[in-house]
């Protein structure tokens, strides 16, 4: 566990030199990070949405289609 606590410890004393502006930099880009992912989450599910939709409507006309052929049918016999 040596190896382990070494490495923490290097963090912590690099991130006690950092300045405010470095904990700023490094804060931002966590949010940036972390905002970027959700918006990446957001447009798979709107994509999601869309191609469900469309899915759906396609299948609402072939049905629609469907009985407009029965009923054009049905009137020529």
């Given amino acids: 566990m040596t190896g382990f606590n070494s490495k923490r410890d290097a963090a912590i004393d690099k991130q006690r030199s950092w300045t405010k502006k470095d904990l700023a930099l ?23 949405s869309y191609a469900r939709g469309y899915e759906d409507g396609m299948a609402a006309q072939a049905e629609v289609d469907i009985a ?6 049905g009137e020529s016999k």
């Fill in 26 to 48: 490094d804060s931002l880009t966590r949010v940036c990070e972390i905002q970027q992912r959700l918006i990446n989450q957001l447009i798979a599910m709107e994509q999601n």
């Fill in 68 to 73: 407009l052929n029965e009923i054009a049918s």
